[in-house]
């Protein structure tokens, strides 16, 4: 649905909505025949929840598509990924309250391991503590590029970012990271003519990390991907008349959040602190997006019963949310990262929309299974979320005469 369309629709209410997003919740059997991840946890709570509501698989970007994090977020903000398209670059100085001008450069990057014939072993590095990747940016900083500034920051564990400014910049670059190991990192490639002395710089800066970092263990590489500049879009409370906030603990999806106008709230670490936060500025908001990250990281290790674990945490907390009496909760995940495949996939979402005018469709159960055959359907588009989630707050009129 167009988002012009929507901002014409808009009324105005006193009703709240929380975005509950269990990132990476879709799996697959670890066996054939056997169950999910979700299907295998106890989840009485979101069972409940199921039964009261509407139920359905949403598809996050496009059938058979895998999505990063950054396009099948702004999906489930009702935004097109395929017309709304941005870089983990952005996204991640955004997360970390970078002051990104317009013509800056960023991109996304990992402290990595190579071997010492220059083949990636490990692309995270062991998920290195934040304190070790700052020790490391220190570093990283003293490199000296001519003609323009460089910033390298934390983001957080593995993750940094890197900061190009200067005149004649382009992120049209290709990404370093080959997202696979056994292989080499890629070059840095300009995908037009302007970004060739991007790319040649960027190029400069991977081989000065690479001679810093040479006895560094486990991370002596860095890994680019997401170049990106920032791009100027319509507001979500523009487009649903909502006031936003986001309550999540990683930059990356604090940032894509702030990207179409949410307030990004601090939060402490554990899910407990998210639920605090929730409930302490619940007065301050209309619409709030709640993110579980190690849901997916969980998914990512290919550790089945981790990720069947922290969904079932997820799940013992939901009645103090649900105490808070939002007057609509939409509970689902960005995308599919079932542990057998240790990655993000293609695979649909289970979903769930609860509200005191939802139509409630027979699903008594939170599980990809019976989710596909409930109201919502077996592939709703994850854009078609938040409107309904605001036509069922009551904050959409009617349409036509």
């Given at each position: 649905m167009k988002l012009?369309?929507?901002?014409?629709?808009?009324?105005?209410?006193?009703?709240?909505?929380?975005?509950?997003?269990?990132?990476?919740?879709?799996?697959?059997?670890?066996?054939?025949?056997?169950?999910?991840?979700?299907e295998t946890a106890h989840t009485p709570n979101l069972d409940d929840l199921a039964a009261r509501g509407i139920c359905g698989l949403h598809q996050p970007v496009g059938f058979g598509i895998t999505?990063?994090?950054?396009?099948?977020?702004?999906?489930?903000?009702?935004?097109?990924p395929f017309e709304y398209q941005v870089g983990r670059g952005v996204l991640s100085a955004l997360g970390i309250g970078?002051?990104?001008r317009p013509l800056d450069v960023a991109a996304r990057g990992n402290f990595s391991l190579v071997d010492e014939q220059g083949l990636i072993v490990d692309r995270r590095a062991g998920r290195i503590p934040s304190a070790k990747n700052e020790e490391l940016c220190a570093l990283l900083r003293r490199i000296d590029l001519p003609g323009v500034e460089l910033w390298v920051e934390t983001v957080k564990e593995y993750r940094l970012l890197l900061v190009l400014r200067g005149e004649g910049l382009s992120p049209e670059v290709e990404d370093t990271d080959p997202q696979a190991v056994g292989v080499r990192p890629l070059e840095p490639v300009a995908n037009a003519p302007q970004?060739?002395?991007?790319?040649?710089?960027?190029?400069?800066?991977?081989?000065?990390?690479?001679?810093?970092?040479?006895d560094h263990h486990p991370?002596?590489?860095?890994?680019?991907?997401?170049?990106?500049?920032?791009?100027?879009?319509?507001?979500?409370?523009?487009?649903?008349?909502?006031?936003?906030?986001?309550?999540?603990?990683?930059?990356?999806?604090?940032?894509?959040?702030?990207?179409?106008?949410?307030?990004?709230l601090e939060t402490g670490p554990t899910l407990r602190d998210r639920f605090d936060t929730l409930r302490a500025r619940w007065e301050d908001y209309d619409f709030f997006f709640l993110h579980v990250k190690r849901i997916d990281s969980a998914g990512e290790d290919g550790d089945f019963e981790r990720k069947v674990g922290l969904i079932e945490e997820v799940d013992g907390l939901l009645p103090d949310l649900l105490d808070m009496r939002p007057d609509v909760l939409l509970v689902t995940g960005d995308h599919s990262t079932p542990a057998r495949?240790?990655?993000?996939?293609?695979h649909p979402v289970p979903t769930i929309l609860w509200s005191e005018h939802c139509r409630p469709d027979g699903v008594d159960r939170f599980g990809e299974r019976a989710c596909i055959g409930g109201g919502l359907g077996p592939r709703i588009p994850a854009t078609e979320l938040m409107p309904l989630a605001v036509a069922n707050a009551l904050r959409l009129s009617k349409f036509g005469a």
């Open positions: 012009e369309f929507v901002r014409e629709l808009v009324a105005s209410e006193k009703t709240k909505i929380v975005l509950l997003v269990l990132d990476g919740l879709g799996g697959l059997p670890r066996v054939a025949g056997g169950l999910t991840e979700l999505p990063g994090s950054g396009p099948s977020h702004l999906a489930l903000f009702g935004y097109d970078f002051e990104l970004a060739k002395e991007t790319a040649r710089l960027v190029g400069q800066f991977l081989d000065r990390a690479g001679a810093i970092l040479v991370a002596n590489m860095v890994l680019l991907r997401g170049f990106s500049s920032r791009p100027r879009w319509p507001s979500f409370q523009d487009v649903f008349g909502l006031k936003a906030a986001a309550i999540a603990s990683y930059p990356m999806y604090r940032g894509v959040a702030q990207l179409v106008g949410m307030e990004a495949l240790r990655s993000h996939s293609w």
